[in-house]
């Protein structure tokens, strides 16, 4: 008696089906692509009881004829690829024709489908099994119903969750697709209450607007940047509002919904020295690539892909977050967060009308923070589509540019203020100082050497054994950063050059300072250390907030800001520009 048997195919389905099918979220996420394979516009979505009675999806696409909708229902039909070589670089969500047979061999179905020009069909199937096939009239596209789930797999059954908790999953798994998809009209109902309106969106904002209201879409930032053959494009959280409200990831790789790890590791690297260590910006993010660069058949629910070349995809990744991040709109702000004009400022998420009003067209005009707009314009079309896709640019204005300083007032020897297209700015000058010095000695750590001054009487400090270990261990990090040191392991230097930021430096303070704070300091990686010593030495070396700048040194420390990756945030976090946007200080007056 032999102790290996062929499963009978409907037990073969079931197994089959339980990679596809997991729980009601994953029927509508392939009914939805589905419908948008199809080439749907429209899609309207009816859920009961959290999907575990019913769930419905209506498209308008294509639709099927008889024989079409008949073969859907069979394992390994489809209309997408034809052989194995199609799956390099495919467009639609679908490929394996896995999914409707999976839904079918644990549930009842009833899909009723017409094509443009044909009768309509009506099917009924169970358990995997055709029931009937029957005439039905109706325009075209198609309409998959799917209800008592599971009812005919106890162990998938037990694991069903409450209505709720299954009902959750289903707004997440729609809401992938409404951000991966902004151009198509989705309707969710739930019960039968209206529970999500999604008109077609132009932008990422509208449809986020339109998902988790307006003040969510107004913390987030564009993000739209071309590295090689990568575009990246999304919204990210201003650093100002990380860590406040709910967390939300979106990734998408060539309009699909995917999870990677790496990539959000790469997203956030970019908020580095922008937020506290350990906070979690928000981020949504779309990746286009050339299809052969992918290979998205590597997971059961499609959720993962594998990039041919990982790393220029993560450091397109962190590119783009970092570009958003040196724009002005990323800077703190008070009142009102945007920076962007919303023609139809009250558009309310669900106003239908309002999908125009929904677009708020991120000024492009915004134009770079530190150049008059009008005396860039020029440069700006000359750097291409990458300066022109990123509104309200300020950095990296190139060192060749040149830096148009608008008229500067320094306030309280702390602030410097200026006007800007879009409202009021204030840079702190420590923080600002700090900025420009913490990404100069970054570039002479990581390559080069600072320009020294010869002091004409060196300075000799005596240190603690702390210091002098923590002089010891940094060595060569000061030399470059343009200390000139003697003195070889006891507990005195003498130092007979020195790095000269601003006329008003103090060398010794400096060295002693950062010295102090870097005892103890236990950083494992070259990287991690260089940013520490650059950091606190930045700090130690930056101009002070209550000391008086000439206009020189405004205009200076304007045009070194301005050519900043991050001009809009110190190292610490903290913000070194804050704004007021005119509409802020109208709506303060009352003349709006
Ligand atoms: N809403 C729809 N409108 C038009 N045709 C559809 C629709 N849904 C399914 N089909 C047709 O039925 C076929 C089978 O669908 P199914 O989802 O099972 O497989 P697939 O989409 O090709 O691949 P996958 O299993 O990866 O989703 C599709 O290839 C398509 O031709
Ligand atoms: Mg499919």
Avoid at 96 to 107: D, H, M, N, T
Wanted: net charge negative; charged share 25%; hydrophobic share 45%.
């Amino acid at each position: 008696m032999p102790r290996i048997s062929v499963l009978p195919s409907a037990v073969a389905d079931q197994i089959a089906a339980g990679e596809v099918v997991e729980r009601p979220a994953s029927v509508v996420k392939e009914l939805i692509e589905n419908a948008l394979d199809a080439g749907a516009s429209s899609i309207d979505v009816a859920i009961d009881d959290g999907g575990r009675a019913r769930i419905r999806v209506s498209d308008d696409g294509t639709g099927m004829d008889r024989e079409d909708a008949t073969l859907a229902l069979s394992r390994h039909a489809t209309s997408k690829i034809t052989r194995a070589s199609d799956l390099v670089g495919i467009h639609s969500f679908g490929f394996r024709g896995e999914a409707l047979p999976a839904i079918c061999s644990v549930a009842h179905l009833q899909i009723e489908t017409a094509p443009a020009d044909g009768a309509g069909t009506r099917i009924e199937a169970s358990g995997g099994s055709v029931v009937s096939v029957a005439d039905a009239t109706r325009r075209r596209g198609t309409t998959v119903s799917v209800s008592s789930l599971f009812y005919n797999a106890p162990a998938r059954l037990k694991f069903m969750r409450g209505a709720r908790s299954e009902w959750r999953a289903i707004v997440d798994a729609i809401t992938l697709v409404a951000l991966a998809r902004r151009d198509v009209r989705l309707t969710v109902t739930h019960d039968g209450a209206p529970a999500l309106t999604l008109p077609p969106a132009s932008s990422w904002r509208a449809r986020v607007a339109a998902l988790w209201g307006t003040a969510a879409a107004e913390r987030l930032l564009d993000v739209d940047d071309v590295a090689g053959p990568i575009r990246v494009d999304g919204l990210a959280e201003r650093p100002q509002d990380v860590g406040t409200g709910t967390r939300r990831i979106f990734l998408a790789v060539n309009g699909r919904a995917i999870r990677d790890n790496g990539l959000v590791r790469a997203a956030e690297a970019a908020y580095r020295s922008t937020i506290p260590a350990g906070l979690r910006p928000t981020l949504l993010l779309a990746l286009t690539l050339p299809g052969g660069d992918v290979d998205v058949n590597v997971h059961p629910a499609k959720a993962e892909v594998r990039f041919r070349d990982r790393w220029p995809v993560e450091r397109a990744v962190e590119g783009a977050v970092r570009r958003a991040l040196g724009t002005l709109d990323a800077a703190a702000a008070i009142g009102a967060r945007r920076w962007w004009s919303v023609p139809g400022d009250a558009a309310s998420p669900d106003s239908e009308v309002g999908t125009d009003a929904l677009q708020p067209t991120p000024s492009r005009g915004d134009g770079p923070l530190f150049t008059s707009p009008l005396g860039d314009a020029g440069a700006i079309g000359d750097k291409g589509a990458l300066a022109v896709a990123a509104p309200g640019a300020v950095a990296p204005v190139a060192d060749d540019e040149p830096v148009v300083v608008p008229a500067l007032t320094q306030w309280r020897r702390t602030w410097i203020s200026f006007e800007h297209e879009q409202g009021l700015v204030l840079i702190d000058q420590h923080s600002a100082h700090e900025r420009v010095l913490f990404e100069r000695f970054m570039g002479v750590l990581e390559r080069g050497e600072a320009p020294a001054q010869r002091l004409l009487f060196p300075i000799t400090l005596h240190l603690g054994p702390a210091e002098s270990d923590a002089f010891d261990a940094n060595r060569e990090s000061f030399e470059r950063l343009g200390f000139e040191v003697e003195g070889f392991g006891g507990h005195t230097l003498i130092v007979r050059a020195v790095p000269m930021p601003h006329p008003r430096f103090d060398p010794e303070r400096c060295l002693r300072d950062t010295l102090d704070a870097l005892t103890g300091d236990r950083v494992a990686s070259t990287a991690a250390r260089h940013e520490r010593l650059a950091a606190t030495v930045a700090c130690k070396a930056a101009i002070k907030a209550g000391e008086q700048l000439s206009l020189d040194e405004m205009r200076a420390l304007f045009v070194a800001l301005a050519r900043t990756t991050l001009p809009a945030h110190d190292v610490h976090g903290r913000a070194t520009i804050v704004r007021i946007g005119w509409d802020e200080l109208e709506r303060r007056f009352g003349r709006r």
